[in-house]
């Protein structure tokens, strides 16, 4: 069964600030200048009043005219405590669990009128979890002729005091989405992959770093495998907004040209921890430089240790 994204969204953080204004702040771990040499320039940050669930209201609300057919919600999260309202306080006052059991997934359902839809919550594959929510839709218009459509989102800020650097990535606050259903437009969901190593799950910076090349130069080996398809025939690769020198290095590996890596929001919004492949597909569709037929290999890597590759094609 055929299965398409038909429509993008994203919302970030409502501050604006340069990666000197963060180092001056104390956020970031590198200095200025190697966080320039990487790629960064600017991120966003979400205002201490501004949630994870605003993030997620603003970005649905772009999708409003879909809405009505939604058969599903998959709710999407990097950082656990980001999948849920809950007030802890309020269940060390009365010691009732239900105070920890508020979940955002609800609410947008209910405050969009989503009456049709039921809610999914995907909360461990960090980074990649977007691309997990993908696959997770095509199983489920598969497996259910009721559901006419499903929303993919993911919504995630740091909390207060964080620092805004994870790897030598300069991180924003945000949310993406996407409407995926059998109607044949915008992208059609060709192949979706995954692996993860659980004996990495507390990984270091330097140990993160150390198997992003060897893990995800397998992983789109086997995405393609699983497709059937020859890497010379994917017309636009759109990573994750990480350091620079990572894809110099991996277009070097699998032989295709630095010219294919397509991720103009880099410096501008850093890495928007699990919407990098929303915000930088949706920027391609509005360049108008896709032609019908055209393959593009979403591809992002996460804690866990989680690797998620897409490869849709443009209708």
């Known amino acids: 069964m055929a299965a398409y994204i038909n429509t993008l969204s994203y919302s970030l953080g409502d501050l604006h600030f340069t990666i000197e204004e963060s180092a001056q702040a104390g956020r970031l771990l590198s200095s200025v200048q190697a966080l320039k040499d990487s790629g960064f320039s600017k991120h966003r940050i979400c205002s201490p009043e501004k949630s994870t669930y605003d993030l997620a209201h603003e970005c649905v609300g772009q999708l409003i005219d879909e809405l009505p057919n939604v058969g599903a919600i998959l709710y999407a999260t990097c950082l656990p405590l980001n999948a849920n309202l809950g007030c802890f306080d309020k269940f060390q006052e009365t010691r009732d669990v239900k105070y920890l059991m508020d979940y955002p997934g609800s609410h947008l359902q209910s405050d969009f009128g989503m009456d049709k839809a039921c809610v999914f919550g995907i909360n461990q594959q960090a980074c990649t979890s977007l691309l997990g929510s993908l696959r997770f839709a095509k199983m489920l218009l598969a497996d259910d002729e009721s ?22 990535n300069l ?134 240790m989680n690797w998620q590759c897409t490869i849709v094609e443009k209708r």
């Open 147 to 168: 559901i006419e459509s499903v929303l993919c989102l993911t919504s995630d800020r740091f909390p207060h005091g964080a620092c805004y650097e994870q790897s030598y």
């Open 171 to 304: 991180i924003s606050d945000g949310a993406a989405a996407a409407i995926v259903s059998r109607k044949a437009s915008g992208f059609k969901i060709v192949a979706g992959h995954g692996i993860t190593n659980g004996g990495l799950a507390q990984a270091n910076d330097e140990e993160a770093a150390g198997t992003y090349f060897v893990y995800t130069h397998r992983l789109i080996q086997e995405t393609l495998a699983k497709a059937k398809l020859p890497l010379d025939q994917i017309k636009w690769v759109v990573p994750q907004n990480m350091n620079i020198k990572a894809w110099q290095i991996l277009s070097r590996l699998l032989k295709i040209s630095e010219e294919k890596i397509y991720a103009p929001s880099r410096p501008e919004v850093g890495h928007v921890i699990s919407g990098d492949n929303i915000i930088n597909l949706d920027r391609l569709e509005k360049e108008n430089v896709l032609k019908a037929g055209d393959l593009i290999l979403l591809v992002m890597a996460g804690y866990g």
